[in-house]
Every structure is written in structure tokens, then in C-alpha cells.
């Protein structure tokens, strides 16, 4: 049976910042707190939308920190765990206290490129590591490499390894996965704009970045589409089109802090070499902000 804790909409959290670059404790408790009463189904902490590659080893422990506390077990927490060395993963998995955490989000390495042998025994060494379910991210537009369906079917056999978040964007390749994996394996979209249709095919919900801002807006139509009220889901769908297509104009997160700035959430201040979005651009946002 499926991990029914990730069927829906699952929130990629940004990290918010002060004028000084310090987390921001009261900005990120708000944030969570915001989400949670918005009706998402779990929450990600310290992925790639959480600049976790700009964060600190103390930066991270005092995400981890607020999260734990402010979550406090209303919704499961998944912690993003991964990089391009194996071995230093599984030692982070190691140090890690796993009380409050219901499983880590690894993504794939980045920049050595290995092989698909390579991508399988990473990911089976940083399964057998680890104390909680592993779910694999694909996301070839940041490592320059892609995790293969083939890949992918042959990890699901593990039984650590309950699902893939997959942002390839490939629509043959999700099918693919879809179609042969087994029955208990989520898929679940790592891209905001084809959440709609990669669910009709039958993936099992989002790990999201504009449902920071519009966590109700993102989960109802997650739920609809799981339902099979395409109806609803489709006016939800369109009405959030604009908006995804402008915060990801000119990278993650720059386009998601700005516009949880203009909805008086968090600063839009980030960590180089992450930049604010330009003027014209954040005047968009703006303009399509509902």
C-alpha cells in the first residue's frame, strides 16, 4: 500500500532571510504555520527551493530546529538529504537526529554526472543508511544528469525507497515509470505547471514551490485531480498558469521570495550567487498576484 502521508501536494519551503542574511526565525515559523493551515499534506525542508546548498552545517540545524518545533507532528516533515558524494551523505544521515522526520528527499548528484550503475548504488548505499524512507528526486536541469526510468524501477524494488519526485519534465519517461512500477512506488511531480496533466496519468500528487504562497489554491487542486473532478482542477490550474510560469522566470527561489514579499510573508532576500529578480519582472509578479 501506498506511503498515503505523500499522496497530495507537498511544499518545497523557501529559507527566509533578515537584512543581515541570518535566518529568519519568525519569518519561517510563519511560513510553516501558513502552509499547514492552508491544508498541505507535508512539508520539505532544505531542498533546493530552501538554498540549502548556500545554508551552513548551523544553518541547517536551526532550520531543522524551527521546523521540528513549529510543525510539531501536524503534518509529516520531510527532510531534503543528498549530494554528489555518497559517502558524505550517508555520514550527514548518520549525524542526523530523526525524531519528527518521516523520510529525506536525495536528489540526484550533481555535476560528476555518474552512470546509471553509479545512480543505483548511491542511492541503494544512502537506503540502507538510513532509518526513515528515502524518496529519489530527479531533476536533470540541476545536475546534468537523468535518473532513467529503467533506473528508477529497478531502486523501487528497495524497500527503503518509496518514490520518486520527478522533474525531468520528460513526459515518456514518467509514463514509463508510471506504467512498471510497483503498486506502493509514488511518483509524485517536481514541476508546477504539469501537476494537472502528470496526475491524470496517475501520479500521486506535487512536491510544490508557488504553494508557499497559495497553499489552499495548490492543495484543492491536487485534491480534485485525485478525485477525478478535472472541472475544478483545470480552473485552479489556469488560474495559478501565469504566476508559475513568472516565478520561475529567472530562477528558484528568486521569484518565489519576491512574491511572497509582495503577500507580506518573508523578504525577498537570498544568498548569492541567488539574486533578486529584476524591477520589470517583480512588477509582473505583482500585476499577477491574486
Do not use: W
Request: hydrophobic share 40%.
Amino acid at each position: 500500500m501506498k506511503n498515503q502521508n505523500f499522496i497530495g501536494t507537498g511544499v518545497a519551503v523557501v529559507t527566509p532571510f533578515d537584512n543581515n542574511e541570518k535566518i529568519d526565525e519568525k519569518a519561517l515559523e510563519k511560513i510553516l504555520n501558513n502552509l499547514i493551515f492552508g491544508g498541505v499534506e507535508y512539508l520539505v525542508m532544505l531542498g533546493t527551493t530552501g538554498e540549502s546548498v548556500t545554508l551552513s552545517k548551523e544553518d541547517k540545524l536551526e532550520v531543522i530546529r524551527i521546523a521540528k518545533e513549529t510543525i510539531d507532528g501536524r503534518v509529516p516533515f520531510v527532510l531534503g538529504i543528498g549530494g554528489n558524494n555518497t559517502h558524505e551523505v550517508i555520514e550527514t544521515i548518520k549525524h542526523t537526529d530523526f525524531d519528527g522526520i518521516s523520510a529525506i528527499l536525495s536528489v540526484s548528484p550533481y555535476y560528476n554526472k555518474p552512470s546509471q550503475e553509479g545512480l543505483y548504488h548511491h542511492y541503494t548505499a544512502i537506503a540502507d543508511a538510513c532509518p526513515v524512507p528515502v524518496i529519489l528526486y530527479n531533476v536533470p536541469g540541476r545536475t546534468s544528469s537523468n535518473v532513467t526510468a529503467e533506473t528508477t524501477i529497478r531502486l523501487s524494488a528497495h524497500p527503503n525507497i518509496i518514490g520518486i519526485k520527478e522533474a525531468s519534465g520528460n513526459m515518456e519517461q514518467c509514463m514509463r515509470i508510471i506504467k512498471d512500477k510497483p503498486e506502493d512506488f509514488l511518483v509524485i511531480s517536481g514541476d508546477d505547471a504539469l501537476t494537472l496533466p502528470f496526475m491524470s496519468m496517475g501520479m500521486d500528487g506535487v512536491i510544490s514551490v508557488l504553494a508557499n504562497a497559495y497553499p489552499k489554491e495548490f492543495s484543492d487542486m491536487t485534491r480534485a485531480t485525485l478525485r477525478g473532478d478535472y472541472e475544478t482542477a483545470r480552473e485552479l490550474h489556469y488560474k495559478l498558469f501565469n504566476l508559475i510560469q513568472l516565478i520561475y522566470a529567472e530562477g528558484s527561489p528568486a521569484g518565489i521570495k519576491a512574491l511572497l514579499e509582495i503577500k507580506g510573508i518573508c523578504k525577498s532576500i537570498l544568498r548569492l550567487p541567488i539574486y533578486k529578480v529584476s524591477d520589470a519582472l517583480y512588477n509582473k509578479i505583482k500585476e499577477a498576484a491574486i
